[in-house]
């Protein structure tokens, strides 16, 4: 039943209207950027999808393997209607503290996490506080995965105000830019609409971190952007 179950949402998941409008994105001739959004899936995670849907962009979640246990269906949701999901370790720990084995079980562990939820195993991960080195790098081609950065950060778990929030993404939006918030603040999620809507005004397209990639494809053990 249970891989009856994957093999659905993997079918729903290739052939989603959402996937394939995003795929004829081309950033080489329009200006895009990437909403990034960390240590979710979690409450107002569903608010966030609601105004994407609505407004017909496209983000990257990269997930907690713990959130997702006790979300999975927001996961799902999430990858269902074509945003890039990619893993964010299981308990969120800085990697570089943590023996080889302890690594690879945080990124395993949630691998297996995500795809039981969503049926498709993440291909990219974030390091948690964006601490890395050339061990964990190493480590995370071990488990096929790459590793996705970022280009600016919002601080908004720092800033937790949503005027601040959105001060910070329209400074730090840039053409291929990937910007990094959380969607477990609730100012955040209060700022989108108005992100949303004024970052479309400057004519960027807002798209996943793969179509941001221009179809090259991740690498694992490689480091973006």
């Given at each position: 039943?249970?891989?009856?179950?994957?093999?659905?949402?993997?079918?729903?998941?290739?052939?989603?209207?959402?996937?394939?409008?995003?795929?004829?994105?081309d950033?080489?001739k329009?200006?895009?950027?990437?909403?990034?959004?960390?240590?979710?899936?979690?409450?107002?995670?569903p608010?966030?999808?609601?105004?994407?849907?609505?407004?017909?962009?496209?983000?990257?979640f990269?997930?907690?393997?713990?959130?997702?246990?006790?979300?999975?269906?927001?996961?799902?949701?999430?990858?269902?209607?074509?945003?890039?999901?990619?893993?964010?370790?299981?308990?969120?720990p800085?990697?570089?503290?943590?023996?080889?084995?302890?690594?690879?079980?945080?990124?395993?562990?949630t691998?297996?996490?995500?795809?039981?939820?969503?049926?498709q195993?993440?291909?990219?991960?974030?390091?948690?506080?964006?601490?890395?080195?050339?061990?964990?790098l190493?480590?995370?081609?071990?488990?096929?995965?790459?590793q996705?950065l970022?280009?600016?950060?919002?601080?908004?778990?720092?800033?937790?105000?949503?005027?601040?929030?959105?001060?910070?993404?329209?400074?730090?939006?840039?053409?291929n830019?990937?910007?990094?918030?959380h969607?477990?603040?609730?100012?955040?999620?209060?700022?989108?609409?108005?992100?949303?809507?004024?970052?479309?005004?400057?004519?960027?397209?807002?798209?996943?971190?793969?179509t941001?990639?221009?179809?090259?494809?991740?690498?694992?053990?490689?480091?973006y952007?």
């Amino acid at each position: 039943m249970l891989i009856q179950g994957l093999l659905a949402v993997s079918l729903v998941l290739a052939g989603s209207p959402a996937a394939t409008t995003q795929a004829k994105i081309d950033c080489a001739k329009v200006k895009c950027l990437a909403l990034t959004f960390d240590d979710g899936p979690g409450t107002r995670t569903p608010a966030l999808l609601d105004l994407f849907k609505k407004e017909r962009v496209k983000a990257t979640f990269f997930l907690v393997g713990k959130q997702v246990e006790r979300h999975p269906s927001i996961a799902r949701r999430a990858a269902a209607e074509g945003h890039a999901i990619g893993n964010h370790t299981y308990s969120h720990p800085s990697l570089p503290t943590r023996f080889d084995e302890d690594i690879l079980n945080e990124l395993q562990v949630t691998q297996e996490i995500i795809q039981a939820a969503t049926g498709q195993a993440p291909k990219m991960f974030r390091p948690p506080f964006g601490h890395t080195d050339d061990r964990v790098l190493e480590l995370a081609n071990q488990a096929e995965l790459a590793q996705v950065l970022w280009t600016g950060t919002t601080l908004d778990w720092s800033l937790r105000d949503a005027k601040k929030i959105k001060a910070s993404v329209l400074r730090l939006a840039k053409r291929n830019g990937v910007l990094l918030m959380h969607d477990t603040v609730p100012q955040t999620v209060k700022a989108m609409p108005g992100i949303v809507n004024e970052l479309k005004k400057r004519g960027y397209h807002l798209v996943t971190v793969p179509t941001l990639l221009r179809g090259k494809g991740l690498e694992s053990g490689v480091s973006y952007p």
